[in-house]
């Protein structure tokens, strides 16, 4: 049986979602642009900065000042393409969001905020996802003939592609049934008010 603070959680989302389904979708496509744009940026900085070779530099010919400079120049392109304007997109539609609101909801969210800050936090553990990738990555690293290739043989931006391709994997895999699973429980109980048995 859920206890209230979870029962009360459930008619809150789903309040949200009825009546900012607009306002959501509009956040979650957002969202997954500026994911796409960081995957995009990050690519494009591979395979055009001098350090690294344009990502044709083996991993044992890296250097420290490689590393550093790799570094804060990705988070600053990062932040120029991608996060400026998504703090711009989100930080501005929030604010014309809740200029919009009424008294009564803005006061709402306001309650509401107090109580959840007041509630004991609980952080979880990595929960073994790290491990978990890992394995995948040898997986994919097998399949593709490098599972036992030193990691000199390989040009660096090799080992990073193949660990967005493991997760691209993954997503098809895993993603995709689950998805599906997903819908069929939406269409054939949530929707209808019933709980799977």
């Not at 014309?96 to 509401?112: I, T, V, Y």
Request: charged fraction near 20%; proline fraction near 4%; glycine fraction near 12%.
């Amino acid at each position: 049986m859920e206890n209230s603070d979870e029962l009360s959680e459930k008619q809150f989302w789903k309040g949200i979602w009825r009546d900012y389904r607009i306002p959501l979708v509009v956040v979650i496509i957002a969202g997954i642009c500026a994911i796409i744009g960081a995957l995009l940026v990050l690519f494009w900085f591979i395979e055009t900065t001098p350090l690294g070779r344009q990502g044709a530099a083996l991993i044992g010919e890296w250097r420290m000042n490689w590393v550093v400079g790799f570094i804060i120049l990705l988070i600053l392109w990062e932040l120029l393409f991608v996060g400026v304007p998504a703090g711009l997109f989100f930080g501005l539609g929030g604010y014309l969001w809740w200029r919009s609101l009424a008294p009564e909801k803005k006061q709402f969210f306001k309650d509401r905020e107090k109580k959840k800050t007041h509630r004991k936090k609980e952080y979880g553990g990595g929960g073994g996802f790290g491990f978990f990738m890992l394995i995948f990555y040898c997986i994919y690293l097998a399949f593709d003939g490098h599972y036992n290739a030193p990691f000199g043989s390989e040009p660096y931006s090799y080992w990073i592609y193949a660990w967005f391709l493991t997760i691209m994997w993954l997503l098809i895999y895993i993603g995709i049934p689950a998805a599906i699973i997903l819908l069929i429980v939406y269409f054939a109980y949530w929707r209808k008010g019933k709980k799977p048995e």
